[in-house]
């Protein structure tokens, strides 16, 4: 038996907490299975519609529809970046890789986007609700990407749904937070007013506070489109497919120019889509800046200026 003094008790008294932890993490393994399942089909239904939808579509249809939607949002300047963005990831012949990899995270963001903005309004209306989530949150976004690798694969299996569902639980935080915190910016007189006025808590919602916060909550949904693409490669080890796998596949291989090029394909996407958000984001921003400006500047009453005009307007009104 070893040695044990008080300087060192660990020698005698230690507990192995891995077989607790792995007996008690397969019951709710096996508990959450069949909800697994079930959740696992309209996440594969809608992922293949969209990778079926960008695969199936021509490549130079695409571009062009894109460049044109960029050039509506920021004008021919973004659409200039659009069409080097996707012009280079064809040239470098990962076309396809990249819209598996688009395909993964728009349905990922999208999912995001679903849940996480309601759930930010929801802490943001309500104290309780906040308090509860921030530590949750800080939680998700403080744990290493790899360990949500191991309860995903053991319930979902491998592939790009279990991709999607872990980029989500990655990639929610932000919409979460910057929802949170953009309603809750939102000038306490203005939801007074409306308030006072007979406005509905939903009115109130929809329309003052989410169109005062709508830059923020889509700061917010870029934030959790970037955190997105950087789960491309790490998902990539549960074989999720795309650009991230080949940059899997040029570091197991040793093979420097294959993961450069999908290294590089991955950096071109997310240039393209931060500009696109952004470019979607800008009108909202401005709209909210006017808002906000027509709220603060109120007519005032005009005011006698002196005594004289106040005799003047008594003696009118006889």
Known sequence: MADCTILDPFKCYSFSAAKWIESASTGIIDAMRPMALSLRQPVDYFLNLVNIGLHACPPTILILGLCAIAAKLGGLRLAGVVLFCLGVI??????AEAMTTLSVVLVAVLICVAFGIPIGIAAARNDSVSAILKPVLDGMQTIPAFVYLVPIVMIFGVGNVPGVLVTVIFAISPVIRLTNLGIRQVPREIVEAMEAFGASSSQ??????????????????????MMALSMVVIGSMISVGGLGLVVLRGIGQLDVGTAAVGGVGI????????????????????????????????PQKPILKSSAELQSTLGGDK
């Open 204 to 225: 109130t919602l929809f329309k003052a506070q989410i169109p005062l916060a709508a830059a923020t909550i889509m700061a917010g949904v870029n934030q959790t489109l």
């Open 90 to 95: 064809g040239f470098l012949g990962v076309w």
């Open 267 to 298: 950096v071109l996407l997310a240039v393209m889509l931060d500009r696109l958000t952004h470019a979607v984001a800008a009108p909202t921003r401005e709209a909210a800046v006017k808002r906000r400006e027509a709220s603060r500047a109120r």
